[in-house]
């Protein structure tokens, strides 16, 4: 079956440590996205990816980084500069950035710090 | 820049009863429209989509919305729920300006519906 998955579900992270949370599609889509939920705040974009080796900022990405080696994988690493970083992190992929695109979202990732 | 206001932040209703989740949007350019369902500690599912054409999409599982551009909305609605129905629904927005288009969400209507 095709889609996205991210891994793991629940992530406990102590203060001052970095993390990564995996997300892999096998869609062959163009473009992945990772997005931040909070409650009551909606979905808020961290950084996007339009192609290999190439990604950009969203809305609030201070305190994170991503990487895009392959077409299928945009991890992303919350690190210890994030000063909230308790959320629930969805990542997400289509097939290109044009507007019109559906985008395709996996089960998420809940992290907590302790 | 767009945004999206989804002014109800919970809606509870009976089983079998109508709902409407109002959605309304603000952009300065053509725009497309999206519902996206998300059920507990799950991913964003979309409902519907409007792109162009005719204003009335519909989903297969009886959701309807219409896209009124005069109103600048795009408010989802239901002849008659179903317990399945309970979740949280986001409206979207996105464009084709620039060289990168992505969605912007409002911050969701959490639908419960009871017996």
């Known amino acids: 079956d095709g889609g996205i998955t991210q891994s793991p579900k629940y992530l406990f992270r102590k203060e001052g440590q970095n993390v990564t949370l995996s997300c892999e599609q096998n869609l062959n889509h163009d473009a992945m996205y990772w997005y931040r939920q909070d409650p009551g705040q909606g979905l808020r974009l961290i950084y996007y990816?339009?192609?290999?080796?190439?990604?950009q900022k969203g809305d609030i990405a201070e305190g994170y980084s991503v990487s895009r080696e392959k077409k299928e994988s945009f991890p992303l690493t919350v690190t210890s500069a994030q000063k909230n970083p308790t959320a629930f992190y969805l990542c997400?992929?289509?097939?290109?950035?044009?507007?019109?695109?559906?985008?395709?979202f996996g089960q998420g990732t809940r992290l907590t710090v302790v | 820049a767009q945004s999206v206001t989804q002014l109800d932040s919970q809606v509870p209703v009976f089983e079998e009863a109508p709902v409407e989740l109002r959605c309304n949007y603000s952009?300065?350019?053509?725009?497309?429209l999206f519902w996206y369902v998300q059920y507990p500690n799950q991913g964003l599912q979309l409902l519907l989509k409007?792109?162009?054409?005719?204003?009335l999409v519909e989903s297969i599982n009886g959701f309807e919305a219409e896209f009124n551009k005069s109103q600048t909305s795009f408010h989802l609605r239901k002849p008659s729920v179903h317990i399945s129905d309970t979740a949280e629904y986001f409206c979207a927005v996105s464009d084709d300006t620039g060289t990168a288009s992505k969605l912007t969400f409002g911050t969701g209507t959490r639908l419960q519906v009871t017996l």
């Open positions: 409007y792109l162009s054409g005719s204003t």
């Open positions: 997400a992929s289509s097939d290109s950035l044009r507007g019109n695109t559906e985008a395709f």
């Open positions: 990816s339009q192609i290999v080796n190439d990604f």
């Open positions: 952009s300065s350019v053509s725009v497309y």
